[in-house]
């Protein structure tokens, strides 16, 4: 069974909007490489209004024409955990460097 590597943003919209994780994302994925089903580039959503908004940054991201945008946009389904050894990754590695958000 092909599987998509995601995580799941639990967020409230009154603190933050799903507008401002769209930018964040943005700013930190560049998905301008097409790619198989578990590395590829997907945002997903839960109702019209996140779609449209997903939608919108996709098409920014692509506005000047230079670079083809592959991004899946999809409805919200079934989400699994990953096995314990993928939990925290970045963490787990030494010297890794990653931002704290």
Not at 26 to 33: C, M, V
Not at 52 to 80: H, M, T, W
Request: aromatic fraction near 14%.
């Amino acid at each position: 069974m092909d599987s998509t590597e995601a995580f799941l943003v639990e967020f409230d919209p009154s603190v933050i909007s799903y507008e401002a994780i769209l930018d964040e994302w943005a700013l930190q994925h560049a998905p301008f490489y097409p790619s198989k089903c578990q590395y590829r580039s997907a945002i997903f959503y839960t109702n019209e209004e996140q779609r449209d908004a997903a939608n919108k940054k996709i098409q920014e991201l692509g506005k000047n024409g230079s670079r083809k945008v592959y991004v899946d946009l999809e409805p919200v389904s079934s989400f699994y955990r990953a096995e314990e050894y993928h939990q925290d990754f970045l963490d787990k590695q030494t010297g890794a460097r990653v931002p704290k958000f």
